[in-house]
């Protein structure tokens, strides 16, 4: 995880039982979590061990952002450095997922070009009101990794307007985790991999979510087992070594 910035707000239903509030809060955290400062995580993946070599070796992936939006509005003053992180660690792989997909055209650097080779988007929707609002923008952008990531699912979405193998890379379906976790039916888990097969685009089921309905039946999931659970259901697809 490479957070340099940290806090949200919400803009979207998707976002109702955000898991930075509620991590915030259990931590007693002070300043708001819709407050987006600046973390002491800034530069992360320029940090360099005793002997002069990168902490963090040539192959590393960073998952960025995943306590706010890449893409949020109080952070255009530091994205610019960011930019040029991700350039000098070429070696190395990012990607974020973001509900702001609409700004990342005046937010891209100048030698972006048709993509960075190091970096994947995803583009995140909960229901098919946000796919629909959210997925064309996302498929006319110039992305060389492009991530549908379906979470938290709180509807059947379909996805098949949006599915292309040329220009998709992978969908990622996800519940909702936390107490009050909206249920995410398996139903709806398998219509989006049917759907992924029937398109030829790699799937990845990541999370059950807290609340799980599967055969008519509710299954309450910790969340140490959310993640191994979803695994289980033996839909993935994905091949995640694909991104170079």
């Known amino acids: 995880m490479w957070n340099p910035w940290h806090g949200c707000h919400k803009i979207s239903p998707g976002c109702r039982h955000c898991y930075v509030y509620r991590e915030d809060a259990a931590f007693g955290t002070t300043v708001p ?18 002997k002069k070599n990168w902490k963090y070796p040539a192959g590393t992936e960073f998952a960025l952002c995943f306590t706010s939006d890449f893409l949020i509005e109080e952070a255009d003053q530091w994205r610019d450095e960011i930019w040029k992180i991700i350039r000098e660690r070429r070696d190395c792989r990012f990607f ?11 937010l891209l650097p100048g030698d972006w070009g048709e993509g960075y080779d190091n970096v994947a988007v995803g583009c995140s929707v909960e229901n098919q009101e946000m796919a629909d609002l959210r997925l064309p ?3 006319s952008l110039p992305v060389k990794h492009r991530i549908i990531v379906v979470a938290p699912m709180i509807g059947p979405v379909s996805l098949r307007p949006f599915l292309d193998d040329r220009v998709v890379s992978e969908v990622s379906v996800g519940g909702e985790s936390g107490k009050y976790g909206r249920p995410l039916d398996f139903e ?9 097969l029937a398109a030829g685009v790699p799937f990845c089921f990541h999370q059950t979510g807290s609340h799980l309905i599967k055969d008519g039946r509710m299954y309450d999931i910790p969340r140490e087992y959310q993640h191994s659970q979803a695994r289980k259901a033996g839909l993935n697809t994905i091949d995640h070594t694909k991104i170079k």
């Open 188 to 196: 709806w888990v398998i219509d989006i991999h049917r759907q992924c």
């Open 96 to 106: 974020f997922f973001t509900k702001r997909i609409g700004r990342l055209p005046e």
């Open 137 to 139: 923008v996302f498929l």
């Open 33 to 50: 979590a819709s407050e987006v400062r600046k973390t002491a995580s800034f530069g992360l993946p320029l940090r360099r061990d005793r």
